[in-house]
């Protein structure tokens, strides 16, 4: 399933250099098309809850965790929390089909990039 997560491992990296570079702190305006983003590279988990704020209500929250191996499997936890009345279970059940690729993109990557420096 192919949507605006397609994109190459190397454009992932410029498109987060130029953020870096430029980071966008105006949070005025609009907030429809915006989602509070959080990685935790150091704890896995099964869930979260992030504290709720009635200023960003309508933001979606989306977590990731330090991935592990299951069943000679990579796993990453992904949490995503957002209004029900702005967003149902099929929603966020797209949402993951769709990350589902270039995860395992990065993966094969990151993996290839390991066995080369060894």
Known sequence: MAGWWSFPYASLHTAMDE???QPNQDFRGGLDDRFFLSHLPWLSFTGIQHPYTP??????L????????QDGREMLPIAVQAHHALVDGVNV???LEQLADPCRQLAVAWYEELDSTT
């Open 19 to 21: 953020v870096r570079a």
């Open 55 to 60: 200023a960003y209500a309508s933001i979606p």
């Open 62 to 69: 989306i977590s990731t965790g330090r991935s592990f191996l």
């Open 93 to 95: 059940a797209r949402l």
